[in-house]
């Protein structure tokens, strides 16, 4: 009985000493402190190692206790710890509850928290990028954005970390491993755009390479084709005899001259009175018209505009029964 009590004596005390001397053991380098650490950083943990290895060779509990601290105090700028086999991270709390295995020094350590970094994207007038604003997205995951003009608009350009990518509608950050940035501008759809100008004899067709008898009446028409504007306006400026403009009328999509007093019912015309010199005369068309959705971009009135001439040949004074209408 009384040896078996020494044998328990005994036991109790190595689990004792056992105790006493346990410390766990200094996390070193690991890959993680490898990719978030800097090299400086790195480098006192390195140091402390040594300093753990050297302690614990020599039996030093409070040198093995000081040099764990110091490498954790660097890994704690990261919010996580080395684990007690040397490669392990934990996040680190040095309150109280929930203590887990790795690490040492009095602190208590959870699962391992994910590391997630911010994305952020904006967009300019004229349209919107899907998700906006701050992203967190969880490291190794993806995130699609995608990119949409108003009515009106149509995607300029799409920048990603402050390079053009072009006018994408998608764009994918995959396998992200860092924060990124992702913005989009915009621009007005606005078009117009004519077509030939018409010259007629006055109903009978239309006139012959241009050109016409003095005394006579010629109409002139313009097809004009818009999208996303306002207030288009068309004029006409001649010089048969003084230089005119005219503001021209919309009928079904093409500018005409307006109805003239001494104009035959129905007819837009350009009276050449029977003094017109021979030679030949130019008709020029200015179209005018507001782009909305430049404007909006800008903050003042931009317009869209486009000419087109075509000349009229006059041929002297002849006697109308010699108008064949297409000569």
Not at 34 to 52: E, F, G, M
Not at 281 to 288: D, G, P, Q
Request: glycine share 14%; proline share 3%; hydrophobic share 30%.
């Amino acid at each position: 009985m009384k040896k078996l009590k020494n044998c328990i004596s005994v036991l109790l005390a190595a689990v004792i000493m056992t105790a006493a001397f346990y410390t766990p053991a200094l996390a070193v380098v690991s890959s993680h402190d490898q990719k978030h650490l800097s090299s400086s950083q790195q480098s006192k943990i390195d140091k402390a190692t040594k300093a753990w290895d050297a302690a614990n060779a020599a039996g030093d509990k409070a040198g093995m206790e000081k040099a764990h601290k110091d490498a954790e105090k660097v890994r704690s700028t990261k919010n996580y710890s080395g684990g007690a086999d040397g490669s392990e991270y934990h996040p680190w709390n040095n309150g109280g509850g929930n203590s887990g295995g790795g690490g040492g020094g009095g602190g208590h350590y959870y699962p391992p928290t994910p590391v997630t970094y911010t994305i952020t994207a904006t967009s300019g007038t004229g349209g919107s990028i899907s998700p906006s604003g701050s992203t967190s997205v969880t490291e190794g995951n993806s995130k699609t954005y995608t990119i949409a003009a108003n009515t009106g608009y149509k995607i300029a350009d799409v920048k990603v970390d402050g390079s053009s990518i072009g006018a994408a509608s998608t764009y994918t950050f995959s396998n992200v491993t860092s924060g990124h940035t992702i913005s989009a501008t915009f621009a007005s759809a606005a078009s117009l755009s004519t077509g030939g100008a018409t010259l007629g004899d006055g109903g009978s067709g239309t006139l012959k390479s241009g050109v016409t008898k003095s005394g006579y009446g010629i109409t002139a028409s313009l097809p004009v084709t818009t999208s996303y504007v306002s207030g288009t306006t068309v004029t006409a400026s001649y010089n048969f005899t003084s230089t005119k403009t005219v503001s021209l009328e919309s009928v079904g999509g093409t500018w005409q001259f307006p109805v003239s007093g001494s104009s035959v019912t129905g007819a837009r015309k350009i009276y050449i009175p029977v003094e017109t010199k021979d030679g030949t005369y130019t008709i020029t068309f200015t179209v005018k018209a507001l782009d909305p959705q430049a404007t909006a971009l800008t903050g003042s009135n931009v317009y869209l505009t486009s000419t087109k001439s075509v000349t009229v040949t006059i041929r002297g004074s002849m006697y109308e029964d010699d108008f064949t209408g297409n000569s």
